[in-house]
């Protein structure tokens, strides 16, 4: 262990990011200041992810996070890839040799319930309503104005500042960061519905619709997702149940962007600040989640330097992934589907591409976090 960092640290943003960062940094010892724009954690019904993945369970073992996510959260046993309803591939998570199952499902919200929880027995907890709203200085002495919810504002010169604030990142803007990458044409939708009984939350399922693709996920046990690049989606769900209520929709548009480097001086991004990427493959959080470990890790080595170098090649492997990915589900071209449709059945048979596959749904295709032996 490197000498602990005595220096002020400011954290804006408490998203799943930021609250990993102030609980990994209080379990080291080191204080953080934590604020959020937001009133309040996500609200579990609007909760974006849901996957919680293998190498997320590794690193918030030491915290103890893993085990209350563990208590709460639902295996996902199977991956199902079908075709206008027409079933093409199975993938049986169970054959998968790690510690965790590759993915869990948790609301996003609820995992940040716990992350606070944690966070709480530290005497620590986000200043909410609180938003940085500008920034002068430069990166190496960072000063930032802060608008509380009473309308008094307050200037805070941290020693540290971490831009944890979201794809629409005020730090990264203000210091200059690039964020250099490009928007997709396709348009995601999405609808939760709550059912009138219990259903089965044990698989993922992925329907071609060609063109187009209708996902269907667990949210809880009784409440399944629809993710879709269709607009009229909802008219094709064949509910498992009598509906009790629509939940949450919403629609996204994605973006492929990451920044070019993750510090200069004494200003460091992570999460969506630093990346945005399809929810393709559930990596958005995770990678958030283990970009603040790093972080906290290093900066409790006195080696935050080396931030950016490290994590970097972890960001372009996901986004690398989750682009193919997102091609490969929006196909539209007939050929290509049809094409699509043909080749699809023979990964029942090719063990090898099944491991790879729940190898990146594990998280575990980016360097292994080194202060934790044997980590997959
Ligand atoms: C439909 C959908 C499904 C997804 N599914 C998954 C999944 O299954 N698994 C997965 O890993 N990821 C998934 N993601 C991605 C995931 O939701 C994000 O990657 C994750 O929320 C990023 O966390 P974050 O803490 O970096 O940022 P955010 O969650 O956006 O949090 C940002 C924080 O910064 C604060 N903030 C913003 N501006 C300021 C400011 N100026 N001053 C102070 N505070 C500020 C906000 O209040 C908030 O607290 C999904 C995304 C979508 C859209």
Not at 29 to 45: D, E, Q, Y
Not at 205 to 219: D, H, Q
Request: some cysteine; aromatic content about 6%.
């Amino acid at each position: 262990m490197g000498e602990r960092s005595e220096k002020s640290i400011l954290i804006a943003g408490a998203g799943p990011t930021g609250l990993t960062l102030a609980l990994e940094l209080a379990r080291r010892g080191v204080l953080s200041r934590l604020i959020a724009k937001a009133s309040s954690p996500t609200p579990t019904h609007e909760s974006r992810a849901l996957g919680v993945n293998a190498r997320t369970l590794t690193l918030l073992e030491a915290s103890g996070v893993s085990a209350m996510i563990l208590a709460k959260a639902r295996r996902l046993t199977k991956f199902k890839i079908l075709a206008a309803g027409k079933p093409l591939v199975t993938i049986e998570t169970e054959t998968f040799r790690s510690r965790y199952c590759p993915i869990q499902i948790l609301p996003q919200g609820e995992t940040e319930r716990l992350l606070l929880q944690k966070l709480s027995s530290f005497g620590i907890a986000p200043e909410w309503s609180t938003e940085l709203t500008a920034l002068s200085g430069d990166g190496k002495k960072p000063v930032v104005t802060l608008q509380h919810a009473d309308g008094r504002t307050e200037t805070v010169a941290p020693d540290m500042l971490v831009g944890a604030d979201g794809a629409h990142s005020a730090v990264r803007k203000a210091f200059g960061f690039a964020f250099p990458g490009n928007a997709i044409d396709s348009r995601f939708f999405l609808a939760d519905y709550r059912y009138a009984q219990p259903v089965d939350t044990s698989f993922i399922e992925m329907n071609f619709l060609n063109p187009g693709v209708l996902g269907r996920l667990p949210v809880s046990e009784d409440t399944m997702r629809y993710l879709s690049t269709v607009e009229d989606f909802e008219t094709r769900i064949d509910h498992p149940a009598m509906v009790q209520e629509r939940t949450w929709s919403s629609e996204f548009s994605i973006s492929f962007r990451h920044v070019e480097t993750m510090n200069r001086g004494n200003v460091f991004l992570a999460g969506d600040a630093a990346h945005v990427h399809s929810p393709a493959g559930a990596r958005g959080m995770n990678l958030g989640i283990e970009d603040a470990c790093w972080l906290a890790f290093l900066i409790s080595e006195s080696r935050e330097r080396e931030y950016s170098d490290l994590r970097m090649p972890a960001v372009k492997t996901v986004l690398k992934d989750t682009r193919r990915n997102t091609a490969f589900i929006t196909l539209k071209n007939p050929a290509l589907t049809g094409l699509r449709s043909l080749l699809l059945p023979l990964v029942n048979h090719m063990p090898g591409l099944t491991t790879a596959f729940l190898h990146n749904a594990a998280g575990q295709d980016t360097p292994p976090p080194p202060w934790i032996p044997g980590a997959q």
